[in-house]
């Protein structure tokens, strides 16, 4: 009766505050990991060790370290409602939950190659998105003094409405709690500690299956442990050897299930973001360029005469070809929050975050001309090398456009370049659209 009496008075103010005490603290453990990064990067720059070795073994500890850090955005952030809080908060923290997500991609496409020297471990440090990982510990650390003075102020706010109950309260929860804990012990004993205690010879049985091989002998094991494990109701183990043993089994299927996740965002052929990853940036992109009213462009990217090329080269020169593109386009892209994919076969599509209308028609006219300066020899095309087709869709205001839309705009675009001649950009704004042709960089209206 007390709490909901007090409650009604304060209940605003109290959700409020609990909302920011969580992020609080999700946000202080955050700087912290990201400051870890830091003694990671120094302990390898101090080492006098250039063996190919250390530098793979010190590119695993930073991968294993942003896998847990990317966790943690998941289990924390990400599962909670940010309403309560003020939207330059909101922004600094998905801004910096992105720059770890690329950060992550980045160095787990470094590990797939044979060879890592020092070379390529400090290429990695010095450029994006790593480098920029430095400027999310420092809006999340602001970010995190402006949460602890929110907090105060609310603090003082309740307090003044719960004063006069505070002793009261104190002592309604001392007594209620001692009950609780002595009818917890009671059900605890009786119903949790013995049960679970007949039950760990049995789980320690289970067999590792083998999945390189034939697993039906192991299932076949692990169906009589099931049964046996249903039928039994007696055991003389500790309960905390057995958390101990779920723990750590648990502990290997969320390794592994991230390492398959991560494998099932990357193309294999071009190293960069496929659909899957597409689907899930994209949208989260989007939802934060909404709340945030920036805005967003899209760009679809199609390689020219493309099935003409592979009729003349092979296929095997074309995947070359694809993967020198994506590499080009990965260069290009110079800013932490954006991102290219592999939208399927020969097209490709980047996402750029906040970006201005001049600078994404510059970028898209850097990136025609940059693909053309790579010098692939095609005979089938008109320039007798591997050209591109662009369209564009930039969006002022996502709130009016979901993403969908915005990359069915986009397709159009391409379509009207490949129709125009090929080797050339179009772009479409929703307050005005523009089309222009890479030979004298002349703009229509």
């Known amino acids: 009766m007390i709490e909901a009496f007090t409650s009604l008075s304060s209940q605003s103010s109290k959700k409020q505050l609990n909302s920011i005490l ?5 946000v202080t453990y955050l700087v912290g990991k990201l400051g870890e990064i830091d003694h990671i990067k120094e302990d390898f720059l101090l080492s006098t060790n250039d063996s190919d070795g250390s530098t793979r073994e010190f590119i695993l500890r930073l991968q294993e370290h942003l896998l847990s850090l990317s966790y943690e955005f998941k289990v924390g952030w990400m599962r909670r409602t940010d309403d309560a809080l003020p939207p330059l908060i909101t922004k600094e923290f998905d801004s910096a939950q992105m720059r770890i997500l690329r950060a992550q991609r980045v ?3 470094l590990l ?9 471990a400090l290429d990695v440090l010095r450029g994006y998105p790593l480098k920029d990982l430095r400027l999310a510990h420092d809006n999340l650390l602001a970010s995190n003094n402006d949460l602890n003075l929110l907090s105060q102020d609310l603090e003082r706010e309740i307090r003044r409405t719960e004063l006069n109950y505070e002793i009261l309260l104190i002592i309604t929860v001392i007594i ?6 002595l009818s917890s012990y009671l059900v605890y004993k009786r119903k949790i500690v013995k049960p679970l205690e007949s039950i760990f010879s049995i789980t320690s049985a289970v067999p590792i299956l083998n999945t390189a091989g034939d697993t039906s002998e192991g299932l076949a094991d692990l169906q009589v442990v099931e049964k046996e494990l249903q039928s039994s109701d007696n055991g ?15 502990n290997r299927l969320v390794l592994s299930c991230m390492a398959l996740n991560d494998l099932s965002m990357t193309d294999p052929l071009c190293q960069i973001g496929n659909r899957r990853s597409l689907d899930i940036y994209g949208a989260k992109a989007w939802k934060q360029a909404v709340r945030t009213v920036s805005p967003i462009a899209i760009l679809m990217v199609d390689v020219d005469h493309f099935k003409q090329f592979n009729d003349v080269y092979g296929h095997t020169t074309g995947d070359q070809v694809l993967v020198s593109i994506a590499s080009c386009i990965a260069k290009a892209l110079r800013r932490p929050l954006d991102d290219c994919f592999r939208y399927g076969g020969e097209e490709f599509l980047i996402l750029m975050y ?3 209308a001049e600078n994404f028609d510059h970028f898209c006219h850097e990136l025609r001309a940059s693909v053309e300066n790579l010098l692939i020899e095609n005979v089938g095309a008109e320039t007798g090398r591997i050209t591109i087709s ?16 915005a990359i069915q705009r986009a397709d159009q675009e391409l379509y009207r370049s490949k129709k125009q001649g090929r080797n050339q950009v179009s772009i479409y704004s929703l307050e005005r659209p523009w089309f222009v042709k890479p030979p004298n960089n002349s703009i229509n209206i």
């Open 22 to 26: 969580l992020e609080e603290t999700q």
């Open 107 to 109: 160095v787990s496409t």
């Open 112 to 120: 797939k190659n044979s060879t890592l020297t020092r070379d390529d």
């Open 176 to 181: 209620a709690s001692c009950v609780a804990m």
């Open 236 to 250: 003389v183990l500790e309960i905390r050897m057995l958390r101990q043993m779920v723990s750590g089994l648990l």
């Open 354 to 356: 906040d970006v201005s």
């Open 390 to 405: 662009c369209g564009g869709c930039y969006v002022f205001n996502p709130c009016s456009l979901s993403l969908d839309d």
